[in-house]
């Protein structure tokens, strides 16, 4: 009962700690400390990790570096967006705004690109399926990773940040083709 | 003079205005579940695809009031109850400066009603979260801030109580554990409302035309270190609850002081920036940033967690052995009192919150596993089990426990009570790992047709995904039923419930104390230290309850495998770098 009392030996930080706290303390611990190796070990060893690469933008200069490649790159139309092409290796950009991902991209299977991402006015969720990559993306914000598909088909960009009425509708895509 | 009457059941003592105050607190808190669980069927109901219930203005609307009510109003109310409990009742003294405490109470119920009223004007469906720059109606965050003024003001009265109380010398010793961990979610509150201020301050004089610019990214950090550490307001305080519950229930002594403190000590040390884990994926932060943040912050709290995980059970194992229920490794929790709600809401909020909430909060918080899991609707999974069931469950066993001792009445329809925690479980439960499933398929969060009608381009998820958000409505529709029993329960032990106290009336019930007769303490006699063991218990013998160490290996064991299962299922995704 001395949960709520108080502690029944007024030096109760210096009794002694039974055994079995002791072992699942250090169990514990070893299991926290593994899971902090993990992070740095997948840094070295593993395929996916963020880039620490980012800028401060703005929205019409974003904008204007979109622009830019789909001039230079566009290869189609689907539903009024324009679908790019870009080379492999190249930088591509891919702005998310209300209530659209603009514009479609086509890239190449196990080609990497430097894939852009920044937002023209709230917080965007880029949210990849059905491969499930999650990123945030932010107005103000130009987020940089290097991206290399390695599967080939139709995959859809879905908005997983709620940016207002229309977020439901907000839909991007990325054809990856394999040659 | 401070009045105090004696619970003539528990043996409690209760000064009268801290009485009031914790019977106002805990009836607003209950009002504040109402709506959210009322608003919580609109989300459950829309999102269950089948069903698709509300429109979209309104589903968002209804998700907005449901986050804020569920998450802080409901939540915060009880706590003030509590601090005021575990300072003023336990320890049997006088509640400092009770009119600014009754100050504080009304700026909350301000507060909440004025940001209730912007939701449900309709120009604020902003979310709970509210991130910037989409803006929401000014008295929306003003209501926010009132209500964390008032919540402050609480913590300055719980922290005076405890000043008064030690010069008044009313116990002996130490403060005991649970007003320990009292103390613990009363210092993180103070942080967490300085970091609400820092944030919504700003965005309020923004949203009214005296800022130009809040930036993004400084929001989103700024307003998880106020939405990630008043989580962990819940958390101390809920396991606060649990040491109180095997207290009562089974006479329970923590099994080692030393060891349940420096947990706590360890929650305030590093809790705070696990709210690093929230921006995992957000540009402009650095890979070491994360990790260190997430990893010898948040770990050294999760071990705190593991460590109560143990100690919480072991205590009541113990307890339950001296009893003689000895038998193999699990007769003492076989015999438990299963019957009672206390118990069994305790029971299940503490294996929910471990094996659920914990796990996957931890998993979710590696900084490449975010990357699969972000923004999907494995995130509300993930603090429907730390916060629904954890918190709120805890919460709701300590009313049935406090009903009869802080408001004098009978449990109302006492089998409604005895079944509401399995209802309330099993339902949660079941959503909780559905939601999971759904998102591992990249179901979205905050997402109102999975369908995405109308939208200029196509995408179909999976029909698992389909039937995963079906299941989990059934089970989340469940859940809302456990609520509302909780409710009926409640509200009809307050105005119908058999009355212990010929003076115990409906107007008792709302806050204004029980007939002066029943105050005729002027001090309570001096709190006793608990007494001592008669055989000393610790450090010698070997283990003294294996049943909760083989519990903690099975939760050690799912926690492993299903960390690294998470790993792997990150490997198959396109490699970034």
């Known amino acids: 009962m001395s949960s709520f009392l108080p502690p029944s030996e007024r030096n109760w930080w210096s009794t002694p700690v039974g055994k079995q706290e002791i072992l699942w303390i250090g169990i514990a611990l070893i299991w926290c400390l593994i899971m902090f190796f993990m992070m740095p070990y997948w840094h070295i060893y593993g395929k996916q990790n963020l880039s620490n690469e980012a800028y401060q933008t703005n929205a019409p200069r974003f904008q204007a570096k979109v622009d830019a490649m789909v001039a230079s790159y566009k290869v189609g139309e689907e539903a009024g967006v324009p679908i790019v092409k870009p080379p492999p290796g190249s930088d591509v950009y891919m702005l998310g705004r209300l209530w659209q991902w603009y514009p479609i991209l086509e890239l190449e299977k196990n080609q990497s690109y430097r894939l852009h991402l920044s937002s023209m006015d709230w917080n965007h969720g880029f949210s990849l399926q059905p491969v499930n990559i999650n990123l945030q993306i932010l107005p103000g914000y130009e987020m940089v990773i290097t991206v290399a598909p390695d599967q080939a088909g139709e995959f859809t960009v879905v908005c997983n940040e709620f940016c207002g009425i229309g977020h439901h509708l907000m839909l991007g895509k990325i054809y990856v083709k394999e040659y | 003079m401070a009045q105090f009457r004696v619970c003539p059941d528990s043996g409690f003592y209760f000064d009268k205005s801290a009485e009031s105050l914790m019977k106002a607190n805990a009836v607003a808190g209950a009002v504040s579940l109402l709506i959210a669980g009322i608003l919580a069927l609109g989300v459950i109901l829309t999102r269950w695809q089948e069903v698709h219930l509300l429109p979209a203005d309104v589903f968002y609307q209804v998700l907005t009031g449901h986050g804020i009510n569920a998450l802080i109003f409901w939540i915060i109310f009880f706590e003030m109850a509590i601090l005021y409990f575990a300072s003023s009742t336990l320890l049997r003294t006088r509640l400092a400066a009770p009119r600014w405490a009754w100050l504080g109470f009304a700026l909350m119920i301000i507060g909440m009603v004025m940001n209730n009223v912007a939701v449900l004007q309709g120009n604020s469906s902003v979310m709970m979260t509210s991130y910037a720059p989409m803006q929401a109606a000014p008295h929306f965050y003003l209501g926010l801030i009132l209500f964390a003024v008032g919540a402050l003001i609480g913590c300055f009265v719980f922290l005076g109580t405890l000043v008064i109380a030690r010069d008044d010398r009313t116990y002996e010793g130490s403060i005991p554990l649970v007003t320990f961990g009292a103390l613990t979610a009363c210092i993180i509150a103070i942080f967490t409302i300085a970091s609400g201020a820092i944030i919504l301050v700003p965005t309020f004089l923004w949203s009214i035309g005296y800022i130009g610019h809040i930036d993004a990214a400084m929001y989103r950090v700024i307003w998880w270190g106020m939405g990630h550490s008043s989580q962990q307001i819940n958390v101390a305080a809920h396991v606060s609850v649990w040491y109180l519950i095997v207290g009562v229930l089974f006479n329970a ?11 706590f000590l360890l929650y305030i040390l590093f809790l705070q920036l ?12 650095s890979s070491e940033w994360k990790v260190f943040n997430t990893s010898y912050a948040m770990y050294l709290a999760v071990l705190a967690s593991m460590i109560h995980g143990l100690t919480v059970p072991g205590s009541m194992e113990v307890a339950q052995r001296a009893k003689g229920y000895t038998k193999g490794m699990f007769e003492w929790l076989r015999k438990a009192p299963w019957g009672n709600p206390v118990f069994s809401g305790f029971f299940f909020s503490l294996i929910i919150f471990g094996f659920l909430g914990g796990i996957t909060g931890v998993v979710m918080g590696t900084e490449q596993i975010n990357l699969i899991i972000h923004n999907t609707i494995y995130v509300p999974a993930h603090f429907h089990a730390t916060v629904a069931v954890g918190t709120t469950l805890t919460f709701m066993a300590l009313t049935y426990l406090l009903i009869p001792v802080l408001f004098r009445r009978a449990l109302f329809l006492p089998g409604v009570a005895k ?69 009926v329960v409640t509200v009809g032990s307050l105005l119908f419930g058999k009355k212990l106290d010929e003076s115990a009336g409906l107007f008792q019930g709302f806050g204004v104390p029980l007939a002066p007769s029943a105050y005729n303490v002027e001090q309570p006699e001096r709190l006793q230290m608990a007494p001592k063991l008669a055989v000393e218990q610790h450090g010698s013998a070997g283990f003294e309850a294996p049943g909760t160490f083989a519990l903690a290996l099975a939760l050690l064991v799912c926690f492993v495998v299903y960390y690294f299962i998470n790993w792997d299922y990150l490997s198959s995704v396109w490699p970034l770098s």
């Open chain 2, 253 to 263: 002594r923590p099994m080692s002081e030393k060891v349940s403190r420096s947990a």
């Open chain 2, 419 to 487: 079944i509401q925690p399995y209802v309330f479980s099993a339902g949660m439960t079941l959503m909780i790992l559905f939601m999971l499933g759904a998102g591992t398929l990249g179901v979205a969060r905050r997402h109102w047709d999975m369908d995405f009608t109308g939208a200029l381009l196509a995408f179909e998820y999976s029909g698992t995904a389909y039937t995963m958000m079906a299941v989990a409505g059934i089970g989340g529709v469940l859940g809302v039923l456990g609520g509302a029993m909780y409710l």
């Open chain 2, 274 to 285: 696990a709210s690093a884990h929230h921006i995992l994926v957000d540009p402009g932060i």
